[in-house]
C-alpha cells in the first residue's frame, strides 16, 4: 500500500540482495509476461533478463507514484523480471496500468513460489551472494593429514583456508560442479596442483568452449590459472595460497578421498566446516 509522500528527495535506490534473491527464486527463470518462455538466466550463467518497475523509479517513467517512498519502489512489491521485449512492451501505461501489472506479477510467481530448491541453483549461477559455514579450526583435516600442528597453528590454517573458500560465493553452479571435478581429477606434480583439461572434458562431455569459458571465471577469481598447452597437453594448476605456498586443493582432494566426504558439500553446499572438529 502507497505511503504518503516524504520530503525525501527522490532518488533510484539499487534493490537489495534478499529482494533480488526473492525475485529470482520466484520467477523460475522465465520472464513474468504472460506466455513468455524467455529465460532469465542463459545456459552459461549470465542474466540476461531484467528487473522491472512497475511504478517508476523516478519521476517521468512510467507509472510513477509520487507518493511512494524511495524504499518502496524498490521493494519486492514494487519489481518483477521481464524480458527486454517485454520490458518493453509493458511500458504502454494504457494497456499495462499498475493494477494489471501487479496481475502479471502476482500470478506468475504463485506458478513457482513452491520450488525454492529448484530455483536457488538459478540465482547461484548469475552469482547472488550465499549463506555458507566458516571454517573455524581445521583440526579433523589436520588429523586426518597428520599435520601435526598445534591448536593455533590449525586456527590460522583455517583463517587460511577460509579465506580462499569465500572465492566459491559467487560462482555460476555450472562453474562450481565443474571445479569439484577439476579437484577430484587434478594431481600434485613438483609443488604445483595440476589439472588435465582433456581428461575433465571426456569426463564431463564439457565443450571446449565450455570448458575455457568455466576455466575464465575461475581465473579471474585467482582459483586456477589460465590454460596452458605444454607439448600439445592443456593444462591448468589450482593456486595455492600464495603468500605461505600452501597447496590447500591438493590437501581438500586428499581429506576427500580420506573421509568420504562428498567434494559438493564444500564446492556447492559452501560447508567449510567438514574441516573441523
Not at 529448484?118 to 571454517?135: A, K, R, V
Not at 590449525?154 to 565443474?178: C, F, G, M, S
Request: with cysteine.
Amino acid at each position: 500500500m502507497s505511503r504518503e509522500r516524504t520530503d525525501d528527495e527522490v532518488k533510484r535506490l539499487a534493490p537489495k540482495q534478499e529482494v533480488l534473491r526473492e525475485l529470482y527464486i520466484k520467477s523460475g527463470n522465465e520472464c513474468a509476461y504472460p506466455g513468455c518462455h524467455n529465460v532469465l538466466v542463459d545456459e552459461n550463467g549470465k542474466f540476461v533478463g531484467e528487473v522491472c518497475h512497475i511504478e517508476a523509479a523516478m519521476p517521468g517513467g512510467e507509472r510513477f507514484n509520487p507518493n511512494m517512498t524511495n524504499e518502496d519502489r524498490r521493494s519486492f512489491g514494487n519489481l518483477m523480471l521481464m524480458c527486454h521485449q517485454h520490458h518493453v512492451v509493458t511500458d504502454d501505461v494504457e494497456r499495462y496500468n499498475v493494477e494489471k501489472m501487479k496481475e502479471m506479477k502476482r500470478n506468475h510467481e504463485a506458478k513457482y513460489s513452491g520450488i525454492i530448491g529448484q530455483m536457488m541453483n538459478s540465482i547461484t549461477d548469475y552469482g547472488m551472494s550465499l549463506e555458507y559455514t566458516p571454517c573455524c579450526n581445521c583440526k579433523k583435516i589436520s588429523r586426518i593429514l597428520d599435520w601435526g600442528l598445534t591448536d593455533e597453528e590449525n586456527r590460522e590454517n583455517a583463517v587460511v583456508l577460509d579465506k580462499h573458500l569465500q572465492k566459491l560465493l559467487d560462482l555460476p553452479i555450472e562453474t562450481r560442479r565443474l571445479l569439484e571435478i577439476m579437484v577430484m581429477r587434478s594431481y600434485y606434480d613438483r609443488c604445483d596442483c595440476i589439472v588435465p583439461i582433456h581428461e575433465v572434458e571426456r569426463a564431463t562431455g564439457l565443450k571446449p568452449e565450455n570448458m575455457i569459458q568455466n576455466v575464465e571465471i575461475l581465473e579471474r577469481r585467482r582459483i586456477t590459472s589460465e590454460i596452458e598447452v605444454e607439448d600439445g597437453i592443456p593444462n591448468c594448476k589450482l593456486y595455492p595460497d600464495f603468500e605461505s605456498g600452501w597447496s590447500y586443493w591438493n590437501d581438500i582432494r586428499e581429506f576427500v578421498k580420506q573421509t568420504g566426504t562428498p567434494i559438493e558439500r564444500i564446492c556447492c553446499d559452501l560447508d567449510f566446516s567438514v574441516f573441523d572438529e
